[in-house]
């Protein structure tokens, strides 16, 4: 086995990187692989570390379409020639990356936000469900940090994709990304409940788990989730706000540091969610007042 691959049962292993990668044999021969990593060098390290173990590509399938997912994709499919797996609600999103940076940008983004951090070259993408009873995966929905994100498992393993991150990300950049943080929460309520049912669990981010290590990641996340919900109360609370004084202030009483304008689209974007969440509880609503988007409280 290659040192490069961490055996977690019989026919599951992790190729462990900035995005940990997981791959699962079918037969001697054949294999799968959950999720691809950023870019065309990471594709290129799974394709060498295949053929190292003798093993043929079968299938690429993808948690979901953020591009540190996706990026080896289009250099398997054009050296394989494999088809790539998703679910419908990432499809388009595989498919045509740059729809990302638009929703993220609120329009045709600057070439500076088309980076391969943000927009991964497309790949044609078929349903997870036309092979996932083939395939033996057990699929788990873990929507909310993107809109159709899924997990799955094998053997007691379970892959669980960005559904919850480290302590020390959590620490690092403390406002933890949700397309849908509603939506998160319900996945991490659910998490909570079944993954002592599990051997392993391999985030796509960090070290693989035991299930109590990854009950009380679990636990942190939706700590974290429930900090920023609290502090976005408190901040909207003081009285109506501007969306971009809302942001300042919250940024500054968690003390988030924006780095760069990919951090601040993707942290506006998280946020966001958590204004929508509130507004559909009843306890802030929305005005535009002189030419400004006002936030305040119900």
Same mark, same amino acid.
Do not use: C
């Given at each position: 086995m290659s040192s490069n691959v961490l055996k977690l049962s019989e026919n599951v292993y992790?190729?462990?990187?900035r995005t940990n990668v997981g791959l699962i044999k079918l037969d001697q021969k054949e294999c799968v692989v959950i999720d691809t990593g950023l870019d065309e060098d990471y594709g290129r390290k799974i394709h060498n570390i295949l053929r190292s173990l003798g093993l043929n590509l079968r299938a690429v399938i993808n948690t979901h379409s953020h591009a540190d997912h996706i990026g080896g994709n289009e250099i398997l499919v054009k050296r394989l020639g494999v088809d790539v797996y998703a679910s419908p609600y990432e499809k388009p999103f595989i498919e045509?990356?740059?729809?990302?940076?638009?929703?993220?940008?609120?329009?045709m983004p600057p070439e500076r936000l088309k980076s391969k951090l943000l927009v991964a070259k497309g790949?044609?993408?078929?349903?997870?469900?036309?092979?996932?009873?083939?395939?033996?995966?057990?699929?788990?929905?873990l929507s909310g940090h993107s809109l159709g994100m899924l997990g799955f498992s094998k053997d007691g393993v379970l892959f669980s994709a960005d559904a919850f991150?480290?302590?020390? &990300? +959590?620490? !690092?950049?403390?406002?933890?990304?949700h397309i849908d943080v509603k939506g998160a929460w319900k996945t991490l309520n659910m998490l909570s409940n079944v993954v002592l049912n599990y051997r392993f669990i391999v985030p796509s981010h960090g070290k693989v788990s035991s299930p109590s290590e990854a009950l009380t990641e679990i636990s942190e996340n939706m700590k974290a989730i429930e900090n920023v919900r609290s502090k976005l109360l408190e901040v909207i609370g003081w009285g109506p706000v501007s969306f971009e004084e809302m942001l300042d202030k919250v940024f500054k009483n968690l003390n988030v540091k924006v780095a760069?304008?990919?951090?601040? &689209? +993707?942290? !506006?974007?998280?946020?966001?969610?958590?204004?929508?969440w509130l507004m559909d509880e009843g306890l802030i609503n929305a005005d535009v007042v002189n030419n400004k988007l006002l936030i305040k409280k119900a």
């Open positions: 992790v190729i462990p990187g045509l990356p740059l729809i990302e940076a638009i929703y993220l940008y609120g329009s790949v044609k993408v078929h349903d997870i469900s036309e092979v996932e009873g083939e395939l033996g995966l057990e699929v788990l929905n991150f480290s302590i020390e &990300i +959590l620490s !690092k950049y403390v406002i933890p990304y760069n304008i990919p951090s601040y &689209i +993707l942290l !506006k974007s998280a946020v966001s969610s958590y204004i929508s």
